[in-house]
């Protein structure tokens, strides 16, 4: 049980990195100096970007649950 959470929460959270690397920049913050400033036409969407942001967020409820139950399984080990 606790290798697949363990495995999950891998899963998980390198897509959270890779669903927040694609999130569009709001301006004048780190985005802005690394090139997120610069907007395109190709992008901006608002339905990719509220797809893109309910995706975000159950990605990111589901690392949270595997957090919380590899600390119930490794506090119960203990």
Not at 40 to 63: F, H, Y
């Amino acid at each position: 049980m606790i290798l697949a959470t363990s495995i999950v929460l891998i899963i998980t959270s390198l897509l959270m990195v890779l669903l927040v690397l694609l999130h569009k920049g709001k301006g004048g913050g780190l985005s802005d100096m690394f090139g997120g400033g610069i907007s395109s036409s190709l992008g901006g969407s608002s339905v990719v970007e509220r797809n893109l942001d309910r995706l975000t967020i159950g990605t990111g409820s589901i690392w949270f649950v595997a957090i919380v139950v590899l600390g119930i399984l490794f506090k119960s080990q203990a």
